[in-house]
């Protein structure tokens, strides 16, 4: 079955810092990829999602953006975090074989 | 463009049903999922819809309908453990991506 590793777990950054969160998976080959944010209190919002190496498409307009430089890492990142960039971010991927999706343990990030 | 909507908040006794309804809008259907999300952790996988009717898995339920856009996830016997979050979710035609509900917060007492 596949895992998905994300680190940091935790994440306490300065207004205006870059950003950089990993995530990687195992036990799977070529899958789609998705990243979400989640908001205190609210939904997942999707980011952005991967179907190969290269391959990103963008949800929603900010100043975030994500690449996948292999085929079983994902990165999230930033130039310059704003205070909205506040969440949880968490990596996803289709369970192989059945349904759903499989989330990474995720990453709080707090922008002060 | 999607809507997905479900009540923020519901509280149950320990050992009773609950359910809790989920209403959509989505210009393409994939199936309809369910998640339970624990405070602080990642959502887990709980049930698919696919097709109109109920699908019984243990003390969860889940039932479709799609000319409806409307779902629920049953739960019975509950159990303090229970307390959690409940996404519902939509996936659409393209790229199998999902889209989530803001999640149903049920507090489950004794």
Redesign the interface.
Known sequence: SQTIHQWPATLVQPVGSPLSLECTVEGTSNP?L?W?RQAAG?????LF?S?GIGQI?S?VPQNLSASRPQDRQFILSSKKLLLSDSGFY?C?C??QGA????????T?LTVV | GQN?DQPTEMTATEGAIVQINCTYQTSGFN?L?W?QQHA??????LS?NVLDGLEEKGRFSSFLSRSKGYSYLLLKELQMKDSASY?C?VRGLR?????????TRLTVKP
């Open positions: 789609n998705y979400y609210r939904g997942l919002q999707l999602y179907v498409s949800e968490l996803a289709p369970i349904y759903g999706y499989t989330f990474g343990s995720g709080r | 997905i199936g999922f998640y602080g952790e990642a959502p887990t996988f698919y996404l979710a790229n199998n991506d999902m889209r989530f509900g803001a999640g």
